[in-house]
């Protein structure tokens, strides 16, 4: 059985789609979705569909980033829902064709917030913990605070632990490559922008990318 790691969607459902189209990942391997489903690209609802269908059939993780968190704190107020929509929000809504922003959260179907609520802060098997942002040094997974599971960017990250390898997402590579620092691999590689949805074999360091034009990228780090 083999882990794997995927970046950060942003609603590229095609992306995501001929990511398993390349057949890599089978039923019975371990799949580590780092967060942020959601937001910023074409088609948010898509992917969450996507995500809750293929759950049944595959052994899937889902971290949660820090754009499901605005997403459940929009709900609150119209404050918060509007710098949600400003962050990329707006385009989540419009894949859900709702136009009724003081509606909104009724035209969402209740499965989609039990997704979204359902996310994990941090998932660790063995020498990996997948982490939406960071880790703070010096602090256990179960002590982190939020700005350092889901809001720091972590451009030169510090070791975490010498018998730990770190894998996250949320400081976006805008160049598409895969940021490996050793102690620390950041694999948001930009999907929703223009480059590419990262996923990453843990144990072997073989990746393949895929981008919402439906070409694929395969190497190792």
Same mark, same amino acid.
């Given at each position: 059985? /083999?882990?794997?790691? &995927?970046?950060? &969607? ?18 019975d ?5 780092l967060g942020?489903y959601?937001?910023r ?5 898509g992917?969450?569909?996507?995500l809750?269908?293929k759950?049944?059939d ?7 980033g820090n754009? !499901?968190?605005?997403? =459940?704190?929009?709900?609150?107020g119209?404050? &918060?829902l509007?710098?949600w ?11 859900y064709?709702i136009?009724?922003y ?12 039990? #997704?979204l ?11 990996h913990?997948? @982490?939406? /942002? ?5 602090k256990k ?13 972590? !451009? ?5 632990? /010498?018998? $730990?390898? @770190?894998?996250c ?7 598409g490559e895969?940021?490996? #620092? *050793?102690?620390?691999i950041?694999?948001d590689t930009? /999907?929703?922008?223009? *480059? ?5 074999? @843990? !144990? ?7 981008n919402? $034009?439906?070409? @694929?990228d395969?190497g190792? =780090?």
């Amino acid at each position: 059985m /083999a882990t794997y790691a &995927i970046g950060d &969607i942003h609603g590229s459902l095609k992306a995501l789609t001929t990511l398993f189209d390349q057949n890599t990942i089978k039923k019975d391997d371990l799949v580590v979705f780092l967060g942020d489903y959601i937001d910023r690209g074409p088609d948010s609802k898509g992917v969450i569909d996507w995500l809750i269908s293929k759950d049944k059939d595959y052994n899937f993780k889902f971290i949660l980033g820090n754009h !499901e968190i605005m997403m =459940l704190n929009a709900m609150e107020g119209p404050k &918060i829902l509007k710098d949600w929509l400003e962050s990329g929000g707006k385009s989540t809504l419009e894949s859900y064709n709702i136009k009724n922003y003081q509606k909104w959260v009724k035209e969402i179907d209740n499965s989609h917030w039990k #997704f979204l609520e359902s996310c994990l802060p941090y998932y660790e098997k063995g020498d990996h913990i997948f @982490v939406h /942002a960071g880790l703070e040094p010096g602090k256990k997974p179960k002590e982190q605070d939020d700005f350092h599971l889901f809001w720091k960017k972590y !451009e030169q990250p510090e070791e975490y632990d /010498a018998s $730990k390898t @770190v894998i996250c997402g949320h400081t976006s590579r805008k160049d598409g490559e895969i940021a490996d #620092f *050793g102690h620390t691999i950041c694999i948001d590689t930009f /999907a929703h922008g223009g *480059g590419w949805l990262t996923c990453l074999n @843990v !144990e072997t360091k073989e990746y393949i990318k895929t981008n919402n $034009k439906g070409n @694929v990228d395969e190497g190792q =780090l």
